[in-house]
């Protein structure tokens, strides 16, 4: 078990950066091309492998021999299609390599890096097996999807609401993240190893800063990736949420994965396409991880369709039908596990008069507005908030108003504003004790959407680079000022 362990763990993440460097071409920086791949591989290759384990157990039963010759054959399809994309040039990017100064940013990032580590690896080590929701949930039905035998299927049936007490272990949520946990404790042959889940917990964590960190190199240059990942890890929640073993933090990766994409797909020339897949595919794996999610991929695909209708992109038909591609594995396991497989859920109580009568009490809309402004303030202290840092960056380094008014901008910060809205509205309609919900998961549901949200203004932002580019004429000027005051002063 020793020796297959780091196999099992593995093979997801080759998968993925097989698929990823299939689809994409190779960016510039090298370095950054490399950590993108990488993160992105990571987070799609669990999406993807969870998807076939749960496949394999419905259409042919549980069985680890068939789960793993389809796992080698998907391999070995990626590694086909890797090998025929060697051949594409790269894709230049901004210049992305410490210049003067800025290469203090990489030594703050690295100690950054370092402390957030070491706090991940003390949270886990006191607490293995997560707080409540990890092994109320996910991990509790990731041990029932191990099974080998019919009981596999009580992971998604109305008597799993009992194990935890009052339906919660959540039945109706999708799987990625039990499926996936599942299939490696299914290989590994124990459902009693901790290393799963923490490792899991792990890559989807540490995936955000390389997606975050990679993503900004290529598309804004190094002082911003720098700084977006410096940001990141100096957010509270999300330090504080990444060993928790919940699926909030994989879903905040999809989501983040989603809108770094759609920019480098922004970014790239119009005949170089196959980016729309992956794209889908990020999507797609947001809708399998949580019910949010799925709203999230039709969101996803509103802000892609209007960004190509406003931007007017040639074969944005062609672009659409490789968006759903990548997305349609994915979301239609998502679609068919809720209609047949998954029990009601929290929300079968909704009716239109319980709705349209909370929607006219406005306590409500003050205790939320409340509650998102406490939960807000907690995600950092003082200079090291996010929204603190960001805004000293906005004053600082300056925010282009042609860079506001770019379509791919207003597309993907639409959506998630659409995203933000759609969470508001959830509690105010909620059929559960509305101080309860906000109380037990608005924490959880800010940690989906921060690190968008600091990638989508990093994006808007002068870098560091522009800024003193831009200061360099001024500075000129006023040194061409001086010189003519001293030579007038010289002839009087």
């Not at 297959?4 to 190779?26: E, K, Q, Y």
């Not at 009716?351 to 909370?358: G, L, N, R």
């Not at 639409?414 to 101080?435: E, N, R």
Request: aromatic share 12%; with cysteine; proline share 5%.
């Amino acid at each position: 078990m020793v020796f297959a362990l780091p196999i099992v763990l593995l093979s997801p993440i080759v998968l993925g950066f097989l698929i990823v460097r299939s689809l994409s071409p190779a960016r510039q920086p090298g370095w950054a091309g490399f950590v993108l791949n990488a993160s992105l591989g990571t987070g799609l290759g669990a999406g993807v492998s969870s998807l076939l384990y749960f496949l394999v157990w419905l259409l042919i039963g549980p069985s680890n021999a068939a789960y793993i010759t389809a796992e080698i054959a998907l391999l070995t399809v990626a590694s086909v299609g890797c090998w025929m994309a060697r051949s594409r040039s790269p894709v230049s990017g901004m210049p992305a390599a410490p210049g003067g100064w800025t290469w203090l940013l990489l030594a703050a990032l690295v100690v950054a890096l370092g402390l957030s580590l070491t706090l991940f690896i003390s949270t886990v080590s006191s607490n293995p097996y997560g707080t409540w929701d990890a092994f109320a949930i996910w991990n509790l039905r990731a041990k029932i999807l191990a099974q080998h035998d019919a009981s596999w299927r009580n992971a998604f049936s109305a008597v799993s609401g009992h194990l935890a007490g009052g339906h919660a272990t959540h039945g109706d949520y999708p799987l990625m993240l039990s499926a996936y946990i599942a299939r490696c404790w299914s290989l590994l042959g124990s459902v009693d190893d901790v290393t799963p889940p923490i490792v899991t917990a792990g890559l989807f964590s540490f995936g955000i800063v390389g997606l975050m960190v990679a993503g900004l190199a290529i598309l804004r240059g190094w002082s911003a990736a720098m700084m977006g990942g410096l940001v990141l890890l100096g957010t509270g929640g999300y330090l504080f949420e990444s060993p928790s073993q919940f699926a909030d933090v994989p879903l905040g990766f999809y989501y983040l994965a989603v809108f770094v994409l759609l920019f480098l797909f922004d970014a790239e020339p119009d005949g170089r396409r196959a980016t729309a897949v992956l794209v889908g595919l990020a999507a797609g794996c947001a809708a399998w991880t949580k019910d949010e999610g799925m709203l999230f991929a039709i969101l996803a695909i509103m802000a892609l369709a209007a960004y190509l209708y406003v931007s007017k992109k040639d074969q944005s038909v062609r672009t659409l039908a490789l968006f759903m591609a990548g997305a349609f594995p994915l979301a239609a396991a998502a679609l068919y596990f809720k209609i047949f497989l998954a029990p009601k859920g929290i929300w079968a109580p909704v009716t239109p008069s319980s709705i349209a009568h909370k929607l006219m009490e406005p306590g409500r809309y003050v205790q939320i507005v409340k509650a998102f402004w406490e939960e807000g303030l907690a995600q950092g202290t003082g200079l090291a908030h996010p929204a603190v840092c960001l805004a000293v960056l906005a004053v600082c380094l300056g925010v282009p108003r042609a860079r506001l008014r770019r379509p791919i901008l207003i597309a993907s910060a639409g959506a998630w504003l659409a995203i933000f809205l759609a969470y508001f509205f959830s509690y105010l309609v909620t059929p559960l004790d509305l101080a309860w919900h906000l109380g037990t998961s608005l924490d959880r549901l800010l940690v989906q959407l921060v690190p968008s949200a600091i990638f989508l203004a990093m994006a808007v932002f002068r870098t560091a680079e522009e800024t003193a580019i831009s200061a360099e004429p001024e500075k000129a000027a006023r040194v061409s000022r001086k010189k003519a005051r001293r030579m007038q002063a010289a002839k009087g």
